[in-house]
């Protein structure tokens, strides 16, 4: 666990807000929490202290686990998690004991484009889906882990719309599946942000190292990926369609944020009141411009609450399928 006072005294009585988070300190959903609890305490009534806490763990469903059950009912805490765990709640495969549709959500801090990249485009001139479609041998993708977006989006591409990917698991997020591939021990993965090349990979992509291959374009397009083939392009059915909806939908939520089921309605109109305040500040937008190439495009609580209540709604048919076609067969296991 790892506190970060801002804002007010230690001797201050006023009781802190906890801005918890579902990752270890220094990754992505790390830094956007701690941007976003820099500001937050402006725009709460009373200015009261802001404490950021890790709370590491299967993706992100230890802490919902606990904002779900556990966190003082008194605070007006909030939580920093990712949108697959809710996936892996409706699938009702894995020991999750709470509905998507239990908590409160607060908002969403912006949204992402999200795309499938290639690393010197494998070494056989892979530039398109009909290129990962056609090849004679396998294009390998790294994976984080079985219920991990890096797993499922590439096993979609392959057992839905017929690419020839072989997936191999152990590689925790894109930073460790870069390194891989650069090593050449993995030709790409899913997960390359539009957010993350501006910044991160910007000399990948600028070299003409990284390239995309699939533009995840479930929710919107960016121009960046303008080269690589559109996913919406490749569905060609009602039922590819919902299958798509379900399974990339979740990349708009790319900063979510819930509270507690059994936070009160004012203390939950409260938070949503001060996550749009905090979100419209202009410091917290120039920082997060400069610091991660992104501009500030908040989803309001009502409207990250009725997307969830629209997902959990999936026709129980479609959930079914989605779950056996993304599903590793026969994938090997990266050495850490």
């Not at 993708?141 to 698991?169: C, D, E, H, W």
């Not at 390194?179 to 910044?199: D, L, N, T």
């Not at 709604?313 to 994938?331: D, G, H, N, Q």
């Amino acid at each position: 666990v790892v506190p970060f006072l801002l804002a007010a005294s230690t001797a201050n009585a006023r009781q802190p807000v906890n801005v918890w988070v579902g990752f270890s300190p220094g990754g992505g959903y790390d830094a956007s929490a701690r941007l976003f609890a820099k500001y937050f305490s402006r725009h709460l009534p009373n200015n009261p202290d802001v404490v950021v806490i890790n709370k590491p763990g299967a993706g992100t469903a230890k802490l919902v686990g606990y904002m779900h059950k556990a966190v003082p009912m008194t605070r007006m805490d909030i939580a920093f998690f990712h949108p697959a765990v809710m996936q892996m709640a409706v699938f009702g495969k894995r020991k999750i004991r709470f509905r998507p549709t239990d908590f409160n959500y607060i908002g969403n801090m912006y949204s992402d484009v999200n795309s499938c990249g290639i690393w010197k485009q494998a070494g056989r001139g892979i530039k398109s889906f009909a290129d990962l479609r056609s090849t004679k041998n396998p294009i390998i993708f790294g994976a984080a882990s079985p219920n991990s977006t890096m797993s499922t989006y590439p096993l979609f591409l392959k057992n839905v719309l017929g690419a020839n990917i072989r997936v191999i698991q152990g590689y925790r997020g894109t930073r460790k599946a870069m390194r891989a591939m650069q090593a050449g021990e993995i030709h790409g993965a899913c997960g390359f942000f539009e957010s993350s090349v501006r910044s991160s990979y910007a000399q990948h992509w600028k070299a003409g190292d990284l390239n995309s291959v699939v533009q995840l374009d479930v929710n919107r397009r960016s121009k960046m990926f303008s080269k690589a083939t559109a996913l919406s392009s490749l569905l060609k059915t009602k039922e590819h369609r919902q299958m798509a909806e379900f399974v990339f939908g979740i990349d708009v939520l790319s900063r979510p944020v819930l509270a507690s089921p059994r936070a009160r309605a004012a203390d939950v109109s409260i938070l949503r009141k001060a996550f749009i305040a905090t979100m419209q500040d202009p410091a917290l937008r120039a920082e997060l411009k400069t610091r991660f190439g992104v501009a500030a495009n908040p989803m309001r609580g009502e409207a990250v609450q009725q997307f969830i209540a629209d997902m959990q709604a999936t026709p129980r048919p479609i959930v079914e399928k989605v779950w056996r076609l993304t599903r590793p067969s026969k994938s090997r296991v990266a050495k850490p």
